[in-house]
């Protein structure tokens, strides 16, 4: 079993940057290939981006790669979102996720293992 509890959410205005965080307690976080998903109030779950286990791959969703980038410190136990030239479209509440066998990588139902989520508001 793995907690995650994600943190650096916050409302910035248009073009503005955040960096999100996932930390891992239970298990290390190296057991895992993770992702950052996101939902905005009335729209359906949306993939954001992936990063395999030691983070030699990532991948991104629609309109993200270029803006957003993924990283991961195992020794930290702590994955990241690096967010930047944040838009209205990127308002929503951002969950981080953790997959230990297959990786299905922008699949939510492949993830075992999600954080309770944190608000990201961008203002025009």
């Known amino acids: 079993q793995v907690q995650l509890v994600e943190s650096g959410g916050g409302s910035v205005q248009v073009g503005g940057s955040l960096r999100l965080s996932c930390t891992a307690s239970g298990r290390s976080l190296s057991d895992f290939a993770m992702a950052w998903f996101r939902q905005a109030p009335g729209k359906d779950q949306e993939f954001v981006s992936a990063?395999?286990?030691?983070?030699?791959?990532?991948h991104y969703g629609r309109n993200m790669k270029g803006r957003f980038t993924i990283s991961r410190d195992n020794t930290k136990n702590t994955l990241y979102l690096q967010m930047n030239s944040l838009e209205p479209d990127d308002t929503a509440v951002y969950y981080c996720?953790?997959?230990?066998?297959?990786?299905?990588?922008?699949?939510?139902?492949?993830?075992?293992?999600w954080g309770q989520g944190t608000q990201v508001t961008v203002s025009s």
């Open positions: 990063i395999s286990w030691r983070g030699d791959e990532t």
């Open positions: 996720a953790a997959e230990d066998s297959s990786w299905h990588y922008a699949l939510a139902v492949a993830y075992d293992y």
